[in-house]
């Protein structure tokens, strides 16, 4: 009987054939933001075939456990609560950085490991959350990437920093402000919050016209920073304007028209010609019938490091994932990555790239 006893305990963090390997996949998956979140489902839904195809990690095969948080916050911390009772041993999610606050606190408390593929907010990482990995740089490293890109553009001394009030959006806005005060070319002449879905953006637009500014910086996601880039080159507003990896993705091109030519936007940096990159968008193709979409190249990474942790860890164990994380490295769509002590991936950085003849392309 204690023999038996002792199996049951082993086999509850050891990889043991019998039962499934748990996996939360949490995202947008409806809504303005749905684009960001599905291919992030479809990533770990490919990855997790693959595996399971191929016999499983160690004979255990994965199931994963989806759930719709619409990128709001209040919807997020009930999820979190429903798949820590699911008994997932990872989260692959949440998207937004808003959302993905609201829950990793509850997966923290649940010994649930999560990894982010585009939740940017700093303070994610840092020792306050032990249980949160992502497979994207924060924003203080994009924000200092687009001052610096800003201030050398070409007679852009009087910037306007414009932020949707969400934590992504005004974080990353927040750290512009902060760097360029700390430059010595350029300061900061605007820095306001807009009202997310509104309809009409004159006013702001009107007191970035006032203020004499050279440049538009811009923090926050696709839907306002297509309606306000637009509201501006209709009235002849022809400054640059400037914004994160929100923005960086074909739905805003979509939206925004004719009006996104010449927009600037950092973003992951570009690894399409990466083997695994090619194979990945390959196999999207193949099982979806169409072209993958926003982070879905980091999502894939997140899930491959997972799966990788797990096999290399041989347990399912919070420890035993954590440390293979943190201690391991493995090839992905991105680069050969692993994590630091703070979550944050080692090998990946931003990029800034420009709208050219309707299609977003990195600048050198």
């Given at each position: 009987m204690k023999a038996i006893v002792l199996c049951l305990v082993i086999c509850a963090s050891a990889l043991c054939a019998a039962d499934e390997i748990k996996i939360g996949v949490v995202g947008a998956f409806s809504g303005d933001l749905a684009s960001y979140?599905?291919?992030?489902?479809?990533?770990?839904?490919?990855?997790?075939?693959?595996?399971?195809?191929?016999?499983?990690?160690?004979?255990?095969?994965?199931?994963?456990?989806?759930?719709?948080?619409?990128?709001?916050?209040?919807?997020?911390a009930n999820v979190?609560?429903?798949?820590a009772g699911e008994k997932v041993i990872a989260v692959i999610g949440h998207i937004c950085s808003g959302a993905t606050k609201s829950a990793v606190g509850i997966y923290r408390s649940s010994g649930i490991i999560c990894i982010s593929p585009s939740a940017t907010t700093p303070d994610l990482t840092g020792g306050r959350y032990p249980n949160f990995f992502r497979t994207i740089a924060p924003d203080n490293a994009q924000a200092m990437l687009v001052t610096s890109f800003t201030r050398n553009l070409k007679n852009c001394f009087r910037i306007a920093v414009l932020h949707d009030k969400g934590d992504?959006?005004?974080?990353?806005?927040?750290?512009?402000?902060?760097?360029?005060?700390?430059?010595?070319?350029?300061?900061?002449?605007?820095?306001?919050?807009?009202?997310p879905g509104a309809v009409d953006y004159t006013a702001i637009i009107n007191k970035v016209v006032n203020l004499k500014a050279d440049?538009?910086?811009?923090?926050?996601?696709?839907?306002?920073?297509?309606?306000?880039?637009?509201?501006?080159?209709?009235?002849g507003v022809t400054i640059p304007f400037i914004s994160d990896d929100g923005v960086?993705?074909?739905?805003?091109?979509?939206?925004?028209?004719?009006?996104?030519?010449?927009?600037?936007?950092?973003?992951?940096?570009d690894t399409t010609k990466n083997p695994l990159a090619v194979q990945a968008f390959a196999e999207h193709k193949k099982t979806?019938?169409?072209?993958?979409?926003?982070?879905?190249?980091?999502?894939?990474?997140?899930?491959?490091?997972?799966?990788?942790?797990?096999?290399?860890?041989?347990?399912?164990?919070?420890?035993?994932?954590?440390?293979?994380?943190?201690?391991?490295?493995?090839?992905?769509?991105?680069?050969?990555i692993s994590f630091d002590k703070q979550g944050d991936a080692i090998g990946v950085g931003f990029s800034m790239y420009q709208v050219v003849k309707g299609a977003y392309v990195e600048l050198k």
């Open positions: 979140g599905i291919p992030t489902r479809k990533a770990c839904e490919i990855i997790a075939k693959k595996v399971n195809d191929a016999g499983g990690i160690k004979g255990r095969k994965i199931r994963l456990i989806t759930e719709d948080d619409s990128c709001k916050p209040e919807i997020a979190a609560s429903k798949i992504y959006g005004k974080g990353f806005a927040e750290y512009v402000k902060r760097y360029f005060a700390e430059q010595d070319r350029g300061h900061v002449v605007l820095f306001e919050g807009v009202t440049a538009l910086v811009f923090g926050g996601y696709h839907p306002e920073a297509s309606k306000i880039v637009a509201q501006m080159r209709k009235r960086k993705y074909d739905t805003f091109i979509k939206v925004a028209g004719t009006y996104a030519e010449g927009v600037y936007a950092s973003g992951p940096r979806y019938g169409d072209e993958a979409g926003a982070f879905y190249l980091n999502a894939y990474a997140a899930m491959t490091a997972l799966v990788n942790a797990i096999d290399k860890a041989k347990t399912i164990s919070y420890d035993g994932v954590s440390a293979a994380l943190r201690g391991e490295y493995v090839d992905t769509p991105l680069g050969k």
